[in-house]
C-alpha cells in the first residue's frame, strides 16, 4: 500500500470513529433516563414539562424555565403545553395547572399542580407562594 492510500485509509477511519463516539460514549454511560431538550440535564418526572409542537412534535424538559427558555429561543408557538401534577404526577394542560414558586431548600424553582387546594396547601407547607396572573409561566406575553 503506498502513503497516500495509508493516509486516505487512516482519514476514513478516524472520521467514523468520530462519528461513533456519541454512540459509544452512550453505551458505557448506560440509559441515564430522559434528558432536557434544552440542557440535556436529567428530568425529574415529578418538574417534567412537554411540549408538542407541529414543526418538530414532542420536547421535553426538566423543568418549566428550560422549557420557557426554548420556547422563547426556538421561536415556536406550541400547540400544547403539558405540566406534570407534583401530586398526581399525571400530565396537565398548562392553561389550566396552578403553579407554586417554591423556595425551600432542595425545592427550589416552580411545581405544577392540577388542583388548586393542593397547590395553597403545598405552598403554605414550604412558605412558598401561588403564582396568579402576570407570574404564572406559559402566559401569553404582551
Known amino acids: 500500500?503506498?502513503?497516500?492510500a495509508a493516509a486516505t485509509l487512516l482519514f476514513v477511519a478516524g472520521v467514523a470513529a468520530a462519528g461513533a463516539a456519541?454512540?459509544?460514549a452512550h453505551a458505557i454511560?448506560?440509559?441515564?433516563g430522559d434528558r432536557c431538550d434544552l440542557d440535556g440535564a436529567r428530568i425529574d418526572?415529578?418538574?417534567?414539562?412537554?411540549?408538542?409542537?407541529?414543526?418538530s412534535g414532542s420536547h421535553e424538559f426538566c423543568c418549566v424555565h428550560c422549557a420557557e427558555r426554548w420556547m422563547e429561543s426556538?421561536?415556536?408557538v406550541p400547540g400544547e403545553i403539558l405540566v406534570t401534577d407534583e401530586t398526581s404526577?399525571?400530565?396537565v394542560d398548562a392553561r389550566v395547572a396552578w403553579f407554586v414558586w417554591m423556595r425551600a431548600p432542595g425545592e427550589s424553582?416552580?411545581?405544577a399542580f392540577a388542583d388548586e387546594q393542593e397547590a395553597r396547601r403545598h405552598a403554605a407547607a414550604f412558605g412558598s407562594t401561588v403564582l396568579t396572573a402576570d407570574e404564572r409561566?406559559?402566559?401569553?406575553?404582551?
Request: net charge positive; glycine share 10%.
Open 1 to 4: 500500500m503506498n502513503r497516500r
Open 22 to 24: 456519541p454512540t459509544i
Open 89 to 91: 404526577g399525571n400530565e
Open 45 to 55: 418526572l415529578s418538574a417534567r414539562v412537554r411540549i408538542a409542537d407541529a414543526i
Open 29 to 32: 454511560r448506560g440509559d441515564r
Open 74 to 76: 426556538s421561536g415556536r
Open 109 to 111: 424553582g416552580i411545581r
Open 137 to 142: 409561566p406559559f402566559r401569553e406575553k404582551d
